[in-house]
């Protein structure tokens, strides 16, 4: 687009050209400016004439409808169009100079200063980080991050820069701004989930961790982890072993930890809800 030109043709429908509906309360602001100084010129105009009351009001009412929708209206849209659409426009030139949301993973040594390196290192790259998560590993602390980046920046390049941070075992995936809701308050909403309805337990902690959930196999794990860590397996009470997979992402022993103790949970209300059943069966005999 011209440099010069109008920057609200940039929101005109590709299809029929038309711009977006500019919010309400400009819309009517600049609607009554444009309105007042005509109503006051007709009013003024009718009001001194020797018209009866009833003509009067008639006069006033066409002529009033007619200048808001053939007068005011169109002026008001094409001589303030600029500052009717500000909000879009300025929402736009936003979201234009946005970069790009990566989620990062990463195995690092639980030591001081580890998490700062690699810090350094995307900011090296322009990254904004906006959400860091660290969890216990295995072998070291498991650091995830949200970082938006310039569009230029690949996931090599990203990749490249936790390794030199002292990362291991990068994984990066392209994410939205839902990756910015904390762990804790996506667990917090899963609970409270699990606590209405037990029986969806494996479908809110597969949403939970991002996984699915799988018919048993030879690959399912003895305990809560298999060998390479994508498989995770709870134990539901009476529903029996729920068998979790992600491939590709293993499970940290954190998420392993809220996985049984969502089941735990689900096994509580289940047992609670029996027990009220049991209690107000005997009254319903008697």
């Not at 995936?173 to 762990?183: E, F, K, Q, Y």
Request: charged share 25%; proline share 6%; net charge negative.
């Amino acid at each position: 687009m011209d440099d010069h030109g109008d920057p609200t043709d940039t929101l005109a429908c590709e299809v029929c050209g038309r711009l977006p509906e500019p919010r309400k309360a400009r819309r009517t602001a600049a609607t009554v400016l444009a309105m007042l100084p005509l109503e006051l010129a007709v009013h003024a105009a009718v009001v001194a004439s020797d018209l009866p009351l009833l003509t009067k009001v008639l006069v006033l009412t066409v002529t009033a409808t007619a200048l808001a929708v053939w007068v005011a209206e169109p002026s008001v849209t094409r001589l303030l169009r600029r500052w009717l659409h500000g909000p879009i426009l300025r929402e736009r030139r936003r979201l234009d100079a946005a970069g790009s949301l990566w989620r990062l993973r990463t195995t690092v040594r639980d030591t001081p200063g580890s998490l700062e390196s690699i810090t350094r290192q995307l900011r090296m790259l322009d990254g904004n980080i906006l959400g860091v998560q660290v969890q216990p590993g295995a072998d070291g602390a498991v650091d995830e991050f949200v970082v938006d980046v310039p569009e230029e920046i690949t996931a090599r390049d990203l990749v490249e820069a936790v390794e030199d941070g002292g990362g291991r075992n990068v994984q990066v995936w392209p994410t939205t701004a839902l990756a910015l809701v904390d762990n804790p308050t996506r667990a917090l909403c899963t609970a409270l989930r699990v606590a209405e309805a037990p029986h969806e337990l494996p479908e809110a902690v597969a949403d939970l961790l991002g996984a699915e959930v799988v018919d048993g196999g030879p690959g399912d794990p003895t305990s809560h982890l298999s060998g390479d860590a994508t498989r995770l397996k709870i134990h539901a009470g009476w529903r029996g072993a729920v068998v979790l997979a992600r491939a590709g992402q293993p499970f940290t022993l954190a998420e392993s930890a809220r996985a049984h103790r969502l089941a735990e949970l689900a096994e509580l209300v289940d047992g609670v809800r029996l027990s009220g059943l049991g209690a107000a069966a005997p009254h319903a005999e008697g």
